[in-house]
């Protein structure tokens, strides 16, 4: 028995796995594999428009929010975003609450003017910054909403007049949020949307028309729009992926199902982080993530043998990030709550015992 707790790509589920599995070798019954259709025929097309439109369903979006499959991962996003709508003399307002998002901080400085509105580095990214304000001539403003190597989430947003632009890529999909709230949202769907190899775009119709300048036809949301994001070849595999998942998160009830569900396994986490004193949970108690929960462990030699006991018992990918250290837990979507009693469980006989 393997337990998949890795922080991305990570867990799929079952169901999704056997179907890919069977679209590699015979897609729909058309005795080809998914690898070798075309984009441009009806099977393929088919895959994208319900993709979009279970998109849409799910994250309950407005009419005036359009769905693309990108490509380049969230990091082509941290460029994209400011080319398309940072003007060489503008302002875009960026929240600092990880480093993921001072990535997308560093790349918006190649196009303007950046204000960091907020940070938490100073504290080790440790809690979610608050108090910010953000100028009313700034672009955008751009937040991270779940911080996956440090082990925050934002659990109340910004209220703001300015254009919303988020990286959502480690809690799409997790918990019902206003998505309509967003003039663009985007998600590597390596966690909760599928395989590596494509972005989920959400933009506002309203945000394309504040484009400041010209940019390559691969970089520019309205071509990706007016082209039904069928630009040049899709990755065509990963898109069908995130389909298969998406359908999968309907059957399951939808967003309002599984944040229940990712509800009961955070805390069934943190209860366990919280009560066995061998383990130290390290970030704000009020901004934890639901989706990654990163503790450690003080003393060396206790670290590397509960890191032994997690191999030795099938729990695979619960090193933290290496720029963190620790313990990092992953409880994605498709995590079965049973695989969080497992891992809680082990956590208790290794508290007993030492
Ligand atoms: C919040 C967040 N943003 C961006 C990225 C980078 O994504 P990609 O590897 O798809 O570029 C990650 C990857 O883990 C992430 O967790």
């Known amino acids: 028995m393997v337990y998949n707790f890795n922080a ?14 069977r679209a590699l070798t015979d897609f729909n019954g058309t005795g080809l594999s998914i690898l070798e259709i075309g984009h441009r025929t009806p099977a393929f097309e088919a895959v994208v428009s319900e993709g979009q439109a279970l998109t849409r369903e799910l994250m309950d979006l407005s009419p005036t929010q359009e769905v693309l499959f990108l490509q380049g991962g969230a990091t082509t996003q941290f460029y994209q975003v400011p080319m398309n709508f940072l003007a060489a003399d503008g302002h875009a307002a960026y929240l600092d609450a990880g480093i993921w998002g001072s990535k997308a901080i560093k790349e918006a400085g190649l196009w303007g003017g950046v204000e960091v509105v907020g940070s938490s580095r100073e504290q080790g990214y440790r809690s979610i910054p608050r108090g910010y304000e953000v100028p009313a001539h ?16 934002m659990h109340e947003m910004p209220d703001i007049s300015v254009p919303l632009v988020a990286d959502m890529s480690s809690d799409i999909l997790s918990r019902r949020i206003d998505f309509r709230r967003y003039a663009l949202i985007y998600a590597g769907a390596q966690k909760n949307l599928g395989a590596a190899g494509v972005t989920m775009v959400v933009v506002d119709r309203a945000q394309l028309d504040r484009q400041v300048r010209r940019v390559p036809a691969m970089l520019d949301y309205r071509q990706h729009v007016e082209n039904g994001s069928m630009l040049n070849t899709p990755p065509v595999f990963a898109v069908y992926v995130c389909l298969l998942t998406l359908r999968w998160l309907k059957s399951k009830g939808g967003v309002d199902a599984i944040e229940a569900e990712n509800r009961e396994k955070s805390a069934m986490l943190y209860e366990a982080l919280d009560s066995l004193p061998v383990f130290r949970p390290i970030v704000a108690k009020e901004d934890r993530s639901g989706m990654n929960a990163v503790f450690v462990i003080d003393d060396p030699a206790l670290e590397k043998s509960f890191m032994d006991r997690c191999k030795a018992e099938g729990m695979v990918g619960v090193r933290g990030h290496r720029s963190v250290g620790g313990f990092r837990v992953s409880l994605y979507n498709a995590l079965p709550i049973g695989h969080v009693s497992a891992f809680t469980e082990l956590m208790r006989d290794f508290n007993q015992k030492h």
């Open 138 to 153: 700034a672009a955008y403003l751009h937040i991270t909403t779940n911080n996956t190597v440090e082990g925050t989430q």
């Open 8 to 21: 991305g790509p990570g867990i799929l589920p079952p169901e999704v796995l056997e179907d890919a599995r």
